[in-house]
């Protein structure tokens, strides 16, 4: 069997992988119930990949209402989360991949047990499941392959927040922006997804001689951005420079949230950072001189 | 769609086409040299010498080697770290050493306390002592006190990891990263030098490429040519920034039986035929910033010396010299080179070694990384001090500074390529192994429900073998038992 299921050495979380799909589930309930959760969770896991593989040209199209519909609930849930974005913009439904398969795998646990919460993390954009007067502290990290914390988000039942998503160009997938992350808290996994990537394209600095961009398809042929060019390295920037790429990103933040696409973002850049949110106490930033760093 | 030079990877069904030098949308398997490669494994070293060109005669080592017996090592390259916490735990490997069950933990830490000592062969000055050393303009370390015939740096550390701005902490740690795996780096030292610096290759001063080590300061080299130098030449001066000698007043002059030659130097006399602060610091003649050799000299003493007298000035390390004989009015005037006194500049060369930078690793295991091995962590940190430990880097030796804690040295040139990543903290990621008698870890309360054997390591896919370095000890050999002195 090629996909590997594991639960990690403290007993409580399954670590599943599949090809690219890296997932971390953490189910909360009567341990028969969460038993129950992960049988449910492993063996809806088995088979997403290449249920997703089967259809890949059509995911790495440009999202349009005149295609004909997606197969497979995963793919479903891609095509539903980049639909608004489709006549205003280049996006395809891979923007959502990693969000809908967190998705696909909580709604796999909370369907088959009965969790008083659970989560669902692949690669830092999250789905998750809250019971009422339930919460999750989430952190909130300054890139997305990488752990340092410079906030948290705090996320209640009442809230009708189910999803987190992370992009930035250092992270696993391209990006045509500069952010070093963007954090976007949704409705659900997969639309904070594509809204982080979309956030994370708009963070940007047009021509400007220190971002170096090459084709996405030089990089890596198959990619569903082909020619558009993709950030590869971000030299020195001014703090003009950084206001600029963040109000950009902002703004379409902003209109987002007005949109009701998104609830929250936190726009991250050379240590600067920038919150577009619905309430005040949404998201938390941690201080720079209260920042724990994780010793050896 | 595929490029030529585009591989396609079928370890999953996404069958991504992967570009020389890239990784597929895992980022786990990439095009190397247009093999299909796995490219975070988890590196094993096995203790056989350059596989497939051994020392070992050919038909011997078919006759014995049968590929399961090679005694394998287990690095922590590639095993990640507790932290983040979707990386699985560290791993804890038993093995077989003649008969007794031996253990390794393997980690990879977070360094955030950690730097590079760096030894630079030069006898150039490249800075003044406590001055900055920058990187891409942001100070990253400093200067710290000369060794014979090298400058040192000491660079990254806490204070310029996570005490000043972000962007110091992210030059400093990409510059520890970058030396650490091999990497060349640029630096410039405030008032000094601007260098080019890579472990194991000769450091690049001012655009000008060092090549050999000093053989000694100047008055060593005086005690140690004197006797070649005897009747070819009346007196030799060694230019040195440190302590310039003179043969004639020299003890080793004196003792041949040389002659006062009435020479007269610059500088401070520190005893016979020794001179300090004959020139500033600099990067020309013996470390000194002198390009004429006849600045550091006065005039001679008309009752002492004699035209015709026969001088040889020469620096160090024989990369400068020149031959000088007096005239009437007593002045030097610049000649070739004797052919009886060639041989000996040329010796002074050859005794000098070629110059490298060496990069030292240093770093703290602190209370976390401790505790990923025991539940006590400071019986980890008694088990290392009595030796029943031993700590590896990537396989190879450290050196555990003695006092408190795990505090250890390493040759990153002894470790396998590419062995540190970092964390943007900014921290660096590096190897750490600890390997000890099974029953010792027990007894210091190691976490014994999750030692698994080497075997279970050996069925994955997600590893990849490498010799161990020829120089270092083999890293599961000879740890002390229990009770032993």
Known sequence: MRAQITLLPDGRRLHMHDGPIDLIVEAFGSPAQVKLAYQSASQRFLNVLDELCSQLPAL?????????PMSGSTAKRMAAAVAPYADRTFITPMAAVAGAVAEEILDAMTSASTLFKAYVNDGGDIALHLAVEEQFVVGMVERPDRPSLFGTATIYSHQPIRGLATSGWGGRSFSLGIADAV??????????DAAAT????????????????????????????????VTQNVGPLSPEDVNFALASGSALAAQLLEEGLIYAAALHLRGETRIVSAQDDLLTLTDCQTR???HA | MPDDDAIRCDACPVLCYIKPGRTGACDRYGN????????????????????????????????????????????????GTTYPDYKPAPFIISSQVDNVDMLTVVTEGIFSYCGVKLKIDTDRHLGPETNLVRAQ??????????????????????????????????????????????????????????????????????????????????????????????????????????????????????LLGIAETGIKLKGRRSTPGRYFQVAEPGTAWG????????????????????????????????????????????????????????????RIKENCEPALCTVLFMGGAGGSLRAGVTENP????????????????????????????????????????????????????????????????????????????????????????????????????????QGEP
Not at chain 2, 186 to 208: F, R
Request: charged fraction near 20%; hydrophobic fraction near 40%.
């Open chain 2, 32 to 79: 190397r040299d247009g093999q299909l490669v796995r490219l975070d494994p988890h590196v094993l070293l096995d203790r056989a010498v350059s596989r497939g060109d051994s020392v070992v005669p050919f038909l011997e080592r078919e006759g014995s080697w049968d590929g399961n017996i090679v005694p394998t090592f287990v690095t922590a390259i590639g095993a």
């Open chain 2, 378 to 481: 400071v019986r980890l940190t008694h088990s290392v001090r009595d030796t029943l430990t031993r700590v590896t880097c990537g396989g190879a030796p450290v050196y555990v500074w003695p006092g408190g804690g795990i505090t250890f040295m390493v040759d990153v040139s002894r470790m396998p390529q590419n062995a540190f990543g970092y964390v943007p903290t900014p921290a660096l990621v590096a190897p750490i192994e600890f390997t000890l008698k099974l029953k010792d870890y027990a007894a210091l309360g190691g976490y014994m429900d999750h030692v698994r054997s080497l075997d279970s390591l050996m069925s994955g896919q997600l590893r990849r073998h490498m010799s161990a370095h020829e120089a270092n000890p083999w890293p599961l050999s000879s740890v002390k038992k």
């Open chain 1, 183 to 192: 954090t976007v808290l949704a409705h659900r996994a997969s639309a904070a």
């Open chain 1, 60 to 68: 790495r199209t440009q999202a349009s209402p005149h295609l004909p």
């Open chain 2, 137 to 254: 303009g942001e100070p990253v370390g400093h200067v710290t006190t000369s060794e014979y015939g090298s400058q040192m740096l000491s660079l990254g550390g806490v204070r310029h990891l996570t005490g000043g701005s972000r962007h110091e902490g992210t030059v400093t740690c990409e510059t520890l990263l970058n030396l650490c795996n091999g990497k060349a780096v640029e630096l410039s030292i405030d008032d000094g030098a601007t260098l080019t610096v890579q472990a194991g290759n000769p450091p690049v001063v001012d655009n000008v490429q060092e090549e050999r080590m000093r053989v000694g300061c100047g008055s060593a080299t005086i005690g140690m040519f004197a006797k070649q130098w005897f009747g070819k030449v009346d007196d030799v001066v060694v230019v040195d920034d440190h302590i310039t000698g003179v043969l004639s007043e020299h003890q080793a002059g004196k």
């Open chain 2, 287 to 346: 470390g000194t910033n002198i390009h004429d050799p006849l600045s550091i000299l006065k005039d001679f003493n008309p009752k002492v010396a004699w035209p015709g007298l026969r001088l040889l000035m020469v620096s160090t390390t024989g990369e400068h010299h020149a031959y000088f004989e007096l005239d009437e009015a007593l002045h030097p005037i610049l000649k070739d080179l004797p052919p009886a006194l060639t041989e000996s500049v040329a």
């Open chain 1, 198 to 229: 979309l956030i994370a394209n708009a963070v940007d600095l047009p021509n400007h001689p220190a971002i170096h961009r090459v084709p996405a398809r030089n990089i890596s042929p198959d990619s569903d951005l082909r020619d558009l060019l």
């Open chain 1, 292 to 294: 724990s760093f994780v």
